[in-house]
């Protein structure tokens, strides 16, 4: 265990961060599992749905610096063609 004041207060700051990201990155599975969900039972317009709230999702993950900027325009990418196959088939 640290003695350092400031050692300390980092060990603190860092449990915070440890928490608050790993809600985040919940959050965005959550919200990624619900369009390929949406996706798998072939529901389109519901996919379409869940990949906006995703897409915010994924985009906030990055702007936090949770995942990287081109991590999540690759899933969100991704995630948009497969939402297009169904809605085209």
Request: hydrophobic share 40%; charged share 35%.
């Amino acid at each position: 265990m640290a003695n350092i004041k400031s050692a300390m207060k980092r060990i603190r700051q860092d449990a915070k961060r440890t928490e608050r990201n790993k809600a985040r990155r919940s959050r965005v599975r959550t919200y990624v599992k619900q369009v390929e969900v949406a996706i798998a039972e072939g529901k389109g317009e519901d996919a379409r749905a869940a990949l906006v709230l995703a897409q915010k999702e994924l985009d906030r993950a990055a702007g936090k610096g949770l995942i990287k900027r081109n991590n999540a325009s690759r899933k969100v990418s991704r995630l948009n063609a497969r939402v297009r196959a169904i809605a085209a088939a």
